[in-house]
Structure formats: structure tokens, C-alpha cells
Nanobody
Framework: QVQLVESGGGLVQTGGSLRLACVAS???????????MAWFRRAPGKEREYVAA????????RYADSVRGRFTVSRDRAQNTVYLQMNSLQSEDTALYYC?????????????????WGQGTQVTVSE
């Protein structure tokens, strides 16, 4: 079993930036190096929403239309860590952000394609 732990959330003003990190731990932490990873978010009163995905080797990067051009996903395979750099934050970005481990080497926007989830880190954007 692999555990995913997110960090880096917080309170930021509109237009600000945050960098989220997702670190894999546990006996099988190194297994995420062969899997696609993704970020999702859930805003209060809304359904879980796909944000971005990255393939096992750092390629196959994709974004939701709502964040493209503002967010950047990356990974450090040696550190078993995935990042989400968030710039030009807006109030509608306020949500609990989760990282997830994909079933295969490349992952997409369907939540059923993920086998492990973190507990999330809260991002709040104030106007």
C-alpha cells in the first residue's frame, strides 16, 4: 500500500501563487515512479473535479480547461513527489486538492483510473 500526502495549501489572495506537493510514502512508495499521477479538487458543495495529470516519465501532461495556462504539474521521480504550481489564483480555485496515483503509466481525467488518493490540502483564495 502506498500513502500519498499532500502539502503546500493555504490562504492566498486573488492573483497569488501556491505550490502543492504530493509525497508518496510507505513500503511501496517507489512504485509511483512507474505510474501516471494527477491532481483533483473538490470545492464546497461541488463534485470532485480533475485538474491536471502527468505521465510516469514526466510527459503526457494534460490540464483541465479551467486551469490551463495558470497551473503547472511536474514530478521528481527520484523523490517520489508530484508538484502543482498554481499561479494567478482566483476565488473559484478554492477547494480541497488531492493527488492520486494512476493505474497505468499514463492517466487521464476519469477518477476510476486511480488506485490511491491522498487526504488533500486546502487551498483558499480570498478576494
Amino acid at each position: 500500500q502506498v500513502q500519498l500526502v499532500e502539502s503546500g495549501g493555504g490562504l492566498v489572495q486573488t492573483g497569488g501563487s501556491l505550490r502543492l506537493a504530493c509525497v508518496a510514502s510507505g513500503r511501496y512508495r517507489s512504485t509511483i515512479s512507474n505510474n501516471g499521477m494527477a491532481w483533483f479538487r473538490r470545492a464546497p458543495g461541488k463534485e470532485r473535479e480533475y485538474v491536471a495529470a502527468i505521465g510516469w516519465n514526466g510527459g503526457n501532461i494534460r490540464y483541465a480547461d479551467s486551469v490551463r495556462g495558470r497551473f503547472t504539474v511536474s514530478r521528481d521521480r527520484a523523490q517520489n513527489t508530484v508538484y502543482l504550481q498554481m499561479n494567478s489564483l482566483q476565488s473559484e480555485d478554492t477547494a480541497l486538492y488531492y493527488c492520486a496515483k494512476g493505474r497505468g503509466a499514463v492517466s487521464g481525467s476519469d477518477p476510476t483510473g486511480y488506485t490511491a488518493w491522498g487526504q488533500g490540502t486546502q487551498v483558499t483564495v480570498s478576494e
